[in-house]
C-alpha cells in the first residue's frame, strides 16, 4: 500500500517588513545566554502581540536572526536581531512594546526598516570597555604595552567541538587604558576585528595572564559599547544605511 500523503498545511503569512532593532543587555541580564535571550525574545513577542511572520512546514516558527551576539558575562549596548513581520508596525511603537513585555535589563534601544543587504556583513568589528575595579593603573599599562608589541599570541578555548588555538593579537586595534576620575577603578577600551574564530575581551585576558602574567586582582565589568563597520574613527553605526535609505 503506498503511503498517503498528508494534505498540505496553511501557508503562513508572507512578511511584509523586516526591521532591525538594537537592544541593551544590562546588570543581571548580562548572564543570560544566547539561546536564554531567544526564549525571552519569542515570550515578548507573543505578550506584546507583535504580528510575527512565520516559517511554512508542519513547525512554523518566527523569522528571527540573530546577529554575533555579546558573551555570556558580558553587558552590551551593541545587540541586534532581525525580525519579518506580517504587518505593517510602526518601528518607535514596536520598541516600547516589546521592552515593556522583555524582563528588566533587557531593553530594546531603537528599532528601524531594513534596507537591502546584510546587517551582518556590516558587524566589522566591536568596542568594548573593561572596568577593573581597584586594579593598579601602571600594572595594566605594562601589560597592555608588552602585548602590544607582540607580532602574535596564541590563546586556547574551548569550543563545541573541542578546543581551539588561534591568534588574538592581530584582531586586537586599539587598547587604551585610563584610570576613571573617583580612582575607583582602572578602564580598558578594545577596539576588536570580528575573525574567525572571534576574539573575546575575555581571550586578551587569557593572553595577558599567560603571555605576559598579568591577572586581574578583580574580574572587570566587561560591556561592549559598540559594534559595526570599522573605519578611521573607530566602529560606526550598522543601521546607519538603513535610516539614511528608509528614512526612519
Not at 574551548?158 to 585610563?178: C, E, S
Not at 575607583?184 to 585576558?205: A, E, G, M
Not at 603571555?211 to 560591556?223: E, M, N, S
Amino acid at each position: 500500500m503506498s503511503a498517503q500523503r498528508l494534505p498540505p498545511g496553511p501557508q503562513p503569512p508572507r512578511a511584509v517588513q523586516q526591521l532591525r532593532l538594537r537592544y541593551a543587555k544590562r546588570g543581571r541580564m548580562r548572564f543570560c545566554s544566547t539561546r536564554d535571550f531567544q526564549r525571552a525574545l519569542e515570550r515578548a513577542l507573543r505578550r506584546a502581540a507583535i504580528p510575527m511572520a512565520y516559517s511554512a512546514g508542519f513547525h512554523p516558527h518566527p523569522k528571527i536572526s540573530y546577529a554575533n551576539a555579546a558573551p555570556t558575562g558580558a553587558a552590551s549596548q551593541a545587540e541586534y536581531v532581525e525580525l519579518a513581520l506580517a504587518e505593517q508596525v510602526d518601528p518607535a511603537t514596536l520598541c516600547h512594546r516589546l521592552t515593556d513585555a522583555l524582563p528588566d535589563g533587557l531593553d530594546v534601544l531603537e528599532a528601524v526598516e531594513a534596507a537591502p543587504g546584510s546587517l551582518a556583513d556590516r558587524l566589522e568589528g566591536s568596542e568594548w570597555l573593561l572596568e577593573f575595579p581597584g586594579e593598579d593603573h601602571d600594572r595594566l599599562r605594562e601589560a597592555c604595552e608588552a602585548f602590544l608589541r607582540m607580532r602574535t599570541c596564541e590563546v586556547t578555548r574551548t569550543f563545541k567541538n573541542g578546543p581551539r588555538t588561534f591568534d588574538a593579537r592581530a584582531a586586537v586595534l586599539v587598547m587604551d587604558i585610563w584610570e576613571d576620575p573617583d580612582r575607583s577603578c582602572v578602564i580598558l577600551r578594545l577596539v576588536v576585528r570580528h575573525t574567525t574564530p572571534s576574539v573575546r575581551p575575555d581571550d586578551v585576558l587569557t593572553a595577558l595572564r599567560d603571555r605576559v602574567a598579568f591577572a586581574a586582582r578583580t574580574p572587570p565589568l566587561i560591556t561592549r559599547l559598540a559594534q559595526g563597520p570599522l573605519g578611521a574613527t573607530g566602529v560606526g553605526d550598522p543601521l546607519a544605511i538603513d535610516r539614511d535609505v528608509t528614512g526612519r
